[in-house]
């Protein structure tokens, strides 16, 4: 089925390592992102991609990395997992533009676990 | 800046009665659309409805329906005739013109729990 998928869907890391959380989309969208979302805090913008070849800083970028490896993927790197960093991860992908209808389609989200 | 406010963090309601989802926004972009999302106990995000702020109606899909005060900068979800299913977390979110790129800004959330 079309759609974003993300992967790893869950993940308990230790406090220093590093991981990669993966997201790829099949609906040839344009713009791609990462959110966290944490209790109360509804999801806050990370990193977004608004085309391949480019990414820009979010609302919380501090601790993570991103590469648009190409048109359909955009990654997430935690290169030093701090508690901090605990929460659930949603990749989404849109169209692009700001006046559109249409929302972002999301992906299933990674719950990660820093102790 | 852009800001979402849903002050209500939690809510009961009863099978079959309606239910309206408090949203109000601030921004000083001249035109914006405004999403609910929901957001069952499994995780995913679901699209619900959309508003645009030159959108004439209050948008409606299905048993959802948007009520849309642009001088009041409130969005209200109303959901009618409350099923079990509908217990979920629930996002209002926004994107502004000035937004590059389809940003999202969104709300907490509400959590709903739809009792028998």
């Known amino acids: 089925n079309a759609g974003v998928t993300q992967t790893p869907k869950f993940q308990v890391l230790k406090t220093g390592q590093s991981m990669t959380l993966q997201c790829a989309q099949d609906?040839?969208?344009?713009?791609m992102y990462w959110y966290r979302q944490d209790p109360g805090m509804g999801l806050r913008l990370i990193y977004y991609?608004?085309?391949?070849?480019?990414?820009d800083k979010g609302e919380v970028p501090n601790g993570y990395n991103v590469s648009r490896l190409n048109k359909r993927e955009f990654s997430l790197r935690l290169e030093s997992a701090a508690p901090s960093q605990t929460s659930v991860y949603f990749c989404?992908?849109?169209?692009?533009?700001?006046?559109?209808?249409?929302?972002?389609?999301f992906g299933s989200g990674t719950r990660l676990t820093v102790v | 800046a852009q800001k979402i406010t849903q002050t209500q963090p939690g809510m009961f309601v009863q099978e079959k009665e309606a239910v309206t989802l408090d949203c109000t926004y601030d921004?000083?972009?001249?035109?914006?659309?405004l999403f609910w999302y929901k957001q069952p106990s499994s995780g995913e995000m679901i699209f619900l409805i959309y508003?645009?702020?030159?959108?004439?109606q209050n948008a409606t899909e299905g048993r959802y329906s948007l009520n849309f005060q642009k001088a009041r900068k409130s969005a209200n979800l109303v959901i009618s005739a409350s099923q079990l299913g509908d217990s979920a977390m629930y996002f209002c979110?926004?994107?502004?013109?000035?937004?590059?790129?389809?940003?999202?800004?969104f709300g907490a959330g509400t959590q709903v729990v739809v009792t028998p």
């Open positions: 989404a992908s849109s169209v692009g533009g700001t006046l559109r209808r249409d929302g972002y389609t």
């Open positions: 609906m040839n969208h344009n713009s």
């Open positions: 991609s608004a085309s391949e070849g480019t990414t």
């Open positions: 921004t000083s972009d001249p035109s914006y659309g």
């Open positions: 508003q645009g702020s030159y959108d004439q």
């Open positions: 979110a926004m994107r502004g013109s000035t937004d590059s790129w389809g940003k999202f800004q």
